[in-house]
C-alpha cells in the first residue's frame, strides 16, 4: 500500500517483512513496521520506526537538506556500552508526516541486516527486482577487435528486472588463456560478490572487461562459475546477429 504524499513526490511503501540489524552480536534493530523508500530510482532505503532501535538517539549536530525529505538531522545511537557514531539521519520536519517518525541508519553502521533470517548484502534488495537465470542453447560469441574470445551454445542467460539480459558463459567455451584475475570485486545484494578479469589480445589489455561470481546467492546459484563480458565493451552475437 502506498502511503498518502501530500506536499512531496516521495515514494514510501510498507515493508512487510520483518528486518534486523546486527552489531557486535547485539540486535540494534527489530521491526516488522520498516518503510521502503525511493531516495532514488534505483532501490529503496529502509526506514525503521525510531521504537524498534535499541539505544537512545542522540543529534550530533550535523544536518543536511533534501528537497523531498527535508532537513536531514544526522545522529549518534548511544547503545550504553559503545556508541554507534553518525550511524544514521532523522527528517523530523519532513513534508510527509509518515517520514518524520522513521530513520534511516547508514548500511555499514551495523555489522549485518536481515530479511527474515536472510542475511541481505550491499544495499536493502527492492521488492520490485526479480532475477531469473535461464539455460539457453542459442549460438553465443562474444568478439573483441574481431577475435572471438568466447563461443558457447550453452550460455545462461540472467535477467534482471530493468536491466540488459546479462549472457554467462562457462570457462570451458571462454579463451581464458587471455584472461588475468584482478583484484577488483564489486557487490549485488541480488548475485552476491564478484571477481574480475582482464583480457589481453597482444600488446592491448582490456582492465576488468569480464566478470563472474564463484559463490553467487541462492537466487543467481546457476551463474556460479560463468564468465560474463560488458555488453558494451565488446561484440556479442547470438545465433548470428549483433547484440
Known amino acids: 500500500m502506498t502511503s498518502a504524499q501530500p506536499s512531496s513526490d516521495l515514494r514510501i511503501e510498507l515493508n512487510h517483512r520483518r528486518i534486523r540489524g546486527m552489531w557486535r552480536g547485539q540486535t540494534v534493530v527489530d521491526t516488522t513496521a520498516s518503510r521502503f523508500v525511493w531516495e532514488h530510482a534505483y532501490y529503496p532505503a529502509w526506514y525503521i520506526p525510531s521504537e524498534d532501535i535499541a539505544g537512545e538517539l542522540v543529534a550530533n549536530g550535523e544536518t543536511f537538506e533534501s528537497a523531498r525529505r527535508g532537513i536531514g538531522t544526522r545522529i549518534d545511537v548511544d547503545l550504553g556500552e559503545g556508541s554507534l557514531d553518525d550511524a544514521g539521519w532523522r527528517h523530523l520536519d519532513a513534508p510527509d508526516e509518515e517520514l518524520r517518525g522513521l530513520v534511516r541508519l547508514e548500511w555499514d553502521a551495523l555489522d549485518s541486516w536481515f530479511e527474515e533470517d536472510v542475511e541481505v548484502f550491499v544495499h536493502p534488495r527492492s521488492p520490485e527486482v526479480r532475477i531469473d537465470v535461464l539455460p539457453s542453447s542459442r549460438h553465443v560469441r562474444v568478439l573483441v577487435e574481431g577475435e572471438v574470445v568466447a563461443e558457447s551454445a550453452r550460455a545462461r542467460i540472467l535477467h534482471e ?83
Open 161 to 243: 528486472t530493468g536491466l540488459t539480459p546479462r549472457f554467462y558463459v562457462p570457462q570451458t567455451d571462454v579463451r581464458m588463456d587471455l584472461m588475468t584475475p584482478t583484484d577488483t570485486s564489486s557487490g549485488c545484494p541480488y548475485k552476491g560478490w564478484a571477481n574480475y578479469w582482464s583480457l589481453t589480445i597482444g600488446d592491448t589489455t582490456y582492465d576488468d572487461i569480464a566478470w563472474g561470481y564463484r559463490t553467487p546467492l541462492p537466487e543467481s546459484r546457476d551463474v556460479a562459475g560463468l564468465v560474463c563480458f560488458f555488453n558494451d565493451r565488446v561484440a556479442i552475437e547470438v545465433d548470428g546477429a549483433r547484440l
